[in-house]
C-alpha cells in the first residue's frame, strides 16, 4: 500500500463517544435483498446476522451497507480509513477498534503474536476485562468484544452448518491456549462448542499422555470424535504417539503452521496427521480465524476455505488496497465479517491468498515488503504506540 499523506493520530485509548452507543441509529434506507425497504440497527444486525437467506431477514448486502455507515460513524479509527474500505489488521495492534466505550466491552481477545499468516491466530492469551489489558510492548491485537452472544451465534451456526449437530465427542488439544484460562479467542470458541454439541465426555486435554487416553476412551463409544489441536500440537503428538481413531472421526487443526523452528506447509501437514492417525485425507481438515474476528472459516473437502453466509472476502493488490485481483491470481485476504458489527467488519488480513470460485486457498503470510507499505498507512492515521 502507498503511504497516505492525511495527518493526524489516534490514540490506543481513543474509542466511540457516549453518543456511539450502538443500537441508537438507523439507516435512513436499507433495502433488503426482497426489495422492501425500512430502518435497521446495529441490534438487529448483532441479532440476526447468522440468519441471512431467511425469508424475513435482509440479505446480506442490506447488512453489510449499513454496517459500513454505522462504523463509519461511530468507530473512529476506521473513519481515519475512509479512502479504504479494508482496515489493516495492523490496527488492532495499536488501537481500539471499536464502536462502543472501551469500558463496555465484555472480554478483549488477544492475539498469539505468532503471525504465522497460515491459519488461525485466535491467541494464545487472554481476552481479558479493561483495564488489564497487556503492555503496548507486546504488539499483539487487541479485539474489543462487545458481546460474547454474538461470538456465540456465529461459532455454533456455521460449525452446524458444516459438522450438523452431532453430538460429537469434542477433544481439544491445545496446551499453549488453556493455560490462558477462559478467555483466548480459540478458548472461548471451543468451550461454546462443546456446550453446544458436545457429549459429556468432550474435554480440554493437555499432554500427550492425557490426549492418547481420551482418544481411546472416546473411540471406544458410538459419537464421532472431532479433535481439536493447533498444526504443531497435532503433529508433536502423531510424531510421539500413533493412535488410530475410528473412521467417523475428524481432525481439526486450527492454524499455526510456523513456529520460531519449524514451518510445514498444510499438504504435508495432512497427510502426516491421516497416517499418524490413521483416518482419510477427507477427515483432515482445517479452520481459520484470528481473534481480530468473530466468524471462522472452514476448509472443504476441495482443500478450499469458504466463509458463513454472513462473511464476503476478496482478494486484493497489496501494493493498491483499492484494487480487487483477478481470480486466480494471488493477493491479500481481505474479509467483511458481519459478525463484528460492533469493532469493524472490513479487514485487510496480512495473509496471502488466491480465490477459486467462492472459496479461497491460504498461500503463507504477505512478504515484509507487502505489508510495509500497510504499515505506514496505519502508523500515519493512527499513530506510532
Same mark, same amino acid.
Not at 430502518?39 to 441479532?47: K, L, N, R
Not at 463509519?72 to 466505550?101: D, G, H, M, S
Not at 508433536?236 to 519449524?262: C, D, N, Q, W, Y
Not at 499418524?276 to 482443500?303: A, H, K, N, P, W
Given at each position: 500500500?502507498?503511504?497516505?499523506?492525511?495527518?493526524?493520530?489516534?490514540?490506543?485509548?481513543?474509542?466511540?463517544?457516549?453518543?456511539?452507543?450502538?443500537?441508537?441509529?438507523?439507516?435512513?434506507?436499507?433495502?433488503?435483498?426482497?426489495?422492501? =425497504?425500512?430502518?435497521?440497527?446495529?441490534?438487529?444486525?448483532?441479532?440476526?446476522?447468522?440468519?441471512?437467506?431467511?425469508?424475513?431477514?435482509?440479505?446480506?448486502?442490506?447488512?453489510?451497507? $449499513?454496517?459500513?455507515?454505522?462504523?463509519?460513524? $461511530?468507530?473512529?479509527? /476506521?473513519?481515519?480509513?475512509?479512502?479504504?474500505?479494508? %482496515?489493516?489488521?495492523?490496527?488492532?495492534?495499536?488501537?481500539? +477498534?471499536?464502536?462502543?466505550?472501551?469500558?463496555?466491552?465484555?472480554?478483549?481477545?488477544?492475539?498469539?503474536?505468532?503471525?504465522?499468516?497460515?491459519?488461525?491466530?485466535?491467541?494464545?492469551? #487472554?481476552?481479558?476485562?479493561?483495564?488489564?489489558?497487556?503492555?503496548?510492548?507486546?504488539?499483539?491485537?487487541?479485539?474489543?468484544?462487545?458481546?460474547?452472544? +454474538?461470538?456465540?451465534?456465529?461459532?455454533?451456526?456455521?460449525?452446524?452448518?458444516?459438522?450438523?449437530?452431532?453430538? $460429537?465427542? #469434542? +477433544?481439544?488439544?491445545?496446551?499453549?491456549?488453556?493455560?490462558?484460562?477462559?478467555?483466548?479467542?480459540?478458548?472461548?470458541?471451543?468451550?461454546?462448542?462443546?456446550?453446544?454439541?458436545?457429549?459429556?465426555?468432550?474435554?480440554?486435554?493437555?499432554?500427550?499422555?492425557? %490426549?492418547?487416553?481420551?482418544?481411546?476412551?472416546?473411540?471406544?463409544?458410538?459419537?464421532?470424535? %472431532?479433535?481439536?489441536?493447533?498444526?504443531?500440537?497435532?503433529? =508433536?503428538? +502423531?510424531?510421539?504417539?500413533?493412535?488410530?481413531?475410528?473412521?467417523? =472421526?475428524?481432525?481439526?487443526?486450527?492454524?499455526?503452521?510456523?513456529?520460531?523452528?519449524?514451518?510445514?506447509?498444510?499438504?504435508?501437514?495432512?497427510?502426516?496427521?491421516?497416517?499418524?492417525?490413521?483416518?482419510?485425507?477427507?477427515? #483432515?481438515?482445517?479452520?481459520?480465524?484470528?481473534?481480530?474476528?468473530?466468524?471462522?472459516? /472452514?476448509?472443504?473437502?476441495?482443500?478450499?476455505?469458504?466463509?458463513?453466509?454472513?462473511? =464476503? $472476502?476478496? @482478494?486484493?493488490?497489496?501494493?493498491?488496497?483499492?484494487?480487487?485481483?483477478?481470480?486466480?491470481?494471488?493477493?491479500?485476504?481481505?474479509?467483511?465479517?458481519?459478525?463484528? @458489527? /460492533?469493532?469493524?467488519?472490513?479487514?485487510?488480513?496480512?495473509?496471502?491468498?488466491?480465490?477459486?470460485?467462492?472459496?479461497?486457498?491460504?498461500?503463507?503470510? %504477505?512478504?515484509?515488503?507487502?505489508?510495509?507499505?500497510?504499515?505506514?498507512?496505519?502508523?500515519?492515521?493512527?499513530?506510532? /504506540?
Amino acid at each position: 500500500m502507498s503511504r497516505s499523506g492525511t495527518s493526524g493520530s489516534v490514540a490506543s485509548e481513543d474509542v466511540a463517544s457516549d453518543s456511539g452507543t450502538s443500537g441508537s441509529v438507523t439507516s435512513e434506507d436499507v433495502a433488503s435483498d426482497s426489495g422492501t =425497504s425500512g430502518s435497521v440497527t446495529s441490534e438487529d444486525v448483532a441479532s440476526e446476522f447468522h440468519r441471512i437467506g431467511g425469508s424475513d431477514v435482509p440479505g446480506f448486502d442490506g447488512f453489510a451497507d $449499513f454496517t459500513r455507515r454505522y462504523q463509519r460513524e $461511530f468507530n473512529p479509527v /476506521y473513519r481515519r480509513f475512509e479512502a479504504f474500505e479494508y %482496515l489493516p489488521i495492523e490496527a488492532f495492534k495499536r488501537a481500539v +477498534v471499536a464502536t462502543f466505550p472501551a469500558a463496555e466491552a465484555e472480554a478483549i481477545f488477544v492475539s498469539s503474536g505468532t503471525g504465522s499468516g497460515t491459519g488461525s491466530e485466535h491467541g494464545s492469551a #487472554i481476552g481479558i476485562k479493561p483495564g488489564n489489558e497487556p503492555g503496548r510492548a507486546t504488539r499483539r491485537s487487541r479485539h474489543f468484544v462487545r458481546s460474547l452472544g +454474538v461470538y456465540q451465534r456465529s461459532v455454533t451456526t456455521h460449525f452446524e452448518g458444516v459438522f450438523g449437530r452431532g453430538p $460429537f465427542t #469434542i +477433544v481439544a488439544h491445545l496446551p499453549s491456549c488453556v493455560g490462558s484460562g477462559d478467555s483466548s479467542s480459540l478458548v472461548v470458541m471451543l468451550k461454546m462448542l462443546i456446550d453446544e454439541f458436545g457429549t459429556d465426555d468432550s474435554a480440554f486435554v493437555l499432554n500427550a499422555l492425557e %490426549l492418547k487416553k481420551k482418544l481411546i476412551q472416546a473411540a471406544d463409544t458410538d459419537p464421532p470424535i %472431532l479433535l481439536f489441536g493447533t498444526a504443531f500440537g497435532l503433529l =508433536s503428538f +502423531v510424531e510421539s504417539v500413533r493412535v488410530a481413531l475410528p473412521s467417523s =472421526s475428524f481432525v481439526i487443526e486450527t492454524g499455526g503452521m510456523k513456529t520460531h523452528r519449524r514451518e510445514i506447509g498444510r499438504k504435508e501437514l495432512h497427510e502426516r496427521l491421516s497416517s499418524g492417525f490413521g483416518v482419510g485425507l477427507d477427515q #483432515i481438515t482445517s479452520e481459520y480465524g484470528m481473534c481480530e474476528l468473530l466468524s471462522q472459516c /472452514y476448509m472443504r473437502g476441495d482443500g478450499l476455505f469458504y466463509p458463513p453466509p454472513w462473511m =464476503s $472476502f476478496k @482478494i486484493l493488490d497489496p501494493e493498491n488496497p483499492r484494487q480487487e485481483i483477478e481470480e486466480g491470481e494471488p493477493g491479500a485476504l481481505a474479509v467483511f465479517d458481519l459478525a463484528n @458489527i /460492533y469493532s469493524v467488519s472490513a479487514i485487510l488480513t496480512e495473509d496471502r491468498a488466491v480465490r477459486k470460485g467462492k472459496g479461497f486457498d491460504l498461500l503463507g503470510r %504477505l512478504s515484509n515488503a507487502e505489508l510495509r507499505g500497510c504499515n505506514f498507512m496505519v502508523e500515519d492515521l493512527i499513530g506510532k /504506540y
